[in-house]
């Protein structure tokens, strides 16, 4: 599986299921077992063939002729055999694309089942489509709503893992992401001081962490179900879930016994390296858009991942310290 397939025990783990049986749907035949035997007993039919015509030239002086190849009973044979097992791989391969074909045709008519859907709960509600019109509180249920949707979607399918399907549904991510900046901007300075400006970990003092903001987003889809609130992700890839964090968790940890830490620590290690691996991805498409390496002024001031990335350092270091303190 690709990179961002993250098997561990996580509140994404209800969804693994389904993904792998979203992925076994889109297995294609040319990586099956039946076009790779046919491949091989093609190759193994054009070798014995060209070993004929080697022989037959090295023998008469002359290159064999169709008919010298269909006078000769093994040969004949042997052609007869590679014109019905061409025949068979180009079957194969075309019921192939048939069946991605109608993969594809399926999410559509989900995806449009999903937008109107979306439509009509925006109608009951009162709410327009434009997102700049809306107050804070129909922003929240427009949030609230997609999330809802997204979720479902990938309960069924899975993450969206190819460039494919990331196209295809990027219409509601696009729309989801720009949604929860909205919510961000709209956000207590309060809040917003405590997002932007993560103060320096001393050994000895408790440091106050916010409530995490909403994912941002991530270059790799991920599924993402939490036990309590859960998050989609933006557009090239699925928000992770949108992690719970009381505002005084990180307060606590100075009260928290060694063996708990060292939990801790675990955790925030994976925290950091996923989001780290979100960041990478987004810089390799960056580059692969622009042909250059994303600078810090080309980085977008509302990207939660980024923030999400700096508090998970934050918080290690704070853990660190405190194991130290402890040994």
Not at 23 to 39: C, K, Q, R, Y
Not at 164 to 185: A, H, I, S, T
Not at 264 to 288: I, V, Y
Request: aromatic residues 4%; contains cysteine; proline residues 6%.
């Amino acid at each position: 599986m690709p990179p961002n397939d993250e098997r561990m025990v996580s509140p994404r783990s209800s969804l693994i299921v389904s993904r792998r049986t979203y992925t076994a749907v889109h297995a294609s035949f040319e990586d099956g077992p039946a076009v790779i035997d046919l491949s091989t007993q093609i190759n193994n039919l054009k070798r014995k063939l060209k070993k004929y015509d080697e022989g037959f030239q090295r023998e008469f002086g002359y290159k064999p002729s169709h008919a010298d190849k269909m006078a000769n009973p093994d040969t004949k044979k042997m052609f007869t055999m590679l014109n019905k097992l061409k025949k068979q791989l180009k079957a194969t391969k075309e019921k192939s694309s048939k069946i991605v074909n109608e993969n594809k045709g399926l999410k559509e008519d989900i995806i449009q089942e999903i937008e109107k859907r979306l439509n009509e709960k925006r109608i009951s509600a009162g709410r327009g489509t434009v997102l700049e019109v809306m107050n804070h509180d129909q922003l929240v249920d427009e949030k609230a709503s997609m999330q809802k949707a997204l979720l479902q979607l990938e309960a069924t399918f899975g993450r969206p893992s190819t460039r494919e399907e990331r196209d295809l549904v990027r219409g509601l991510y696009d729309r989801y992401r720009l949604v929860k900046r909205m919510l961000l901007r709209h956000a207590p300075s309060k809040v917003k001081e405590s997002i932007t400006e993560l103060g320096t970990i001393l050994e000895h003092e408790a440091m106050e962490f916010a409530p995490s903001p909403p994912p941002s987003p991530s270059t790799t889809f991920a599924p993402s179900v939490s036990q309590t609130t859960t998050n989609i992700a933006p557009p090239t890839i699925p928000d992770t879930p949108e992690r719970k964090t009381p505002e005084l968790v990180l307060d606590n940890l100075h009260a928290l016994p060694l063996n708990e830490l060292l939990e801790m620590q675990k955790s925030a290690r994976d925290e950091k390296k996923r989001l780290r691996r979100c960041l990478k991805d987004s810089e390799h498409e960056f580059q692969s858009k622009t042909g250059r390496k994303l600078q810090k002024e080309d980085r977008d001031p509302d990207d939660t991942t980024y923030v999400e990335y700096k508090q998970a350092k934050a918080k290690l270091r704070l853990i660190d310290a405190l194991i130290q303190k402890h040994k």
